[in-house]
């Protein structure tokens, strides 16, 4: 069998040669020859063109994104009480709020009291000061008589505190004794290491407890300014991020975030590290939709595009980047409907142009 196929090997061999014998000569004879090639390059082997037009649409945005956010939070603060005395009661178990009794010394009430100023002397009527202005204003806030914004100790001041000792139990010539009151740096606050229990002996100039650190504020882990209004949410509490800054100071907000139980459970070093937050527009914008490689002249959060269509021809556009994706770019035009760009040119057309 193999010596049968070998043979017909060899003749098929022989016939091939013998046929390119043939055309050899025959392309002798006549002095020319022709081989039998393609006469251009197949289609899918040429170079593509470069693509220069790309679609753009519109579409909403909120700029949602998950953030990390680094507490900032205050030293502890010392409490310095002034009166001397046996405690004979304490009422700082829940903390301490202003124009409230924070304890009793030789049964008289030490009232917390949080001024702008510290208050540092015994006042009366005909005293004048910024300890005065801050007395007047707080007074005011609790709702006892005053003159807000006045930095004199009058009748309406001496009245006004008369009140405020007649509704924690003591007795009072419209007089302020410093001896009354333990200033607090909030109009509520959480005390630590607290010495004046019941029964125990405290003097007047020394401290008494400490504030814990509160949280001053939440700045963003590497985060970039927006030039809009943005919402934040951490533990299910959301704030507002001002436009061109990263960090959040607002009090109300902060202390909400402190209060909660989950913002509590975290460890001081997690804390240090960062906490999960999101990150969103405060509302919803139109953008538009265009390839990365459509924006040029990129400075900052601007750049330009061409809008490719009959109305436009080659003039650069003047864009803000909003936000992006991969290999996408979100922006807003400020002259321009973006609702009527439905194309915009890429490639090396954009080389020469200039973003103005």
Known sequence: MKQRMGRKRSKCTAVTWTLLAAVTAACIAVGSCALWLPDRTPTLLSSAGERTVAPASVQEYAGTQQVTVVPTISSDRDLSGNASGMVTADWSGDGLTSGKGAYQVNDRTVVALNTATPLYRDLKTGDTGG?????????????????PGSDTYGWATSDGWKQLMTDNGNT???????ADILWIPGHEVAVDEWSATAGAMVT??????????SLTKLTIKNGT?????????????????????????????????EANNSYQSVDVESKKAGLDATLALSERMRVLRVPAGAVFGINGSTGCIVPKSNNHGNTPVKVSIVGGELGVSLVQADSEDIASISNVEIGSGLNNLTCE
């Open 131 to 147: 300890d005065v202005l801050a007395l007047n204003n707080e007074l005011n806030l609790l709702g006892y008589n005053s003159v």
């Open 172 to 178: 009072s010539d419209g007089s302020l004794s410093l």
């Open 204 to 213: 007047g100039g020394t401290a008494i407890g400490k504030i814990p650190g």
């Open 225 to 257: 300014a927006s030039a809009q209004d943005r919402t934040l949410t951490i533990f299910g509490i959301t704030g507002t991020l001002p436009a061109n800054t990263t960090e959040i100071t607002d009090a109300g907000f902060l202390q909400q975030v």
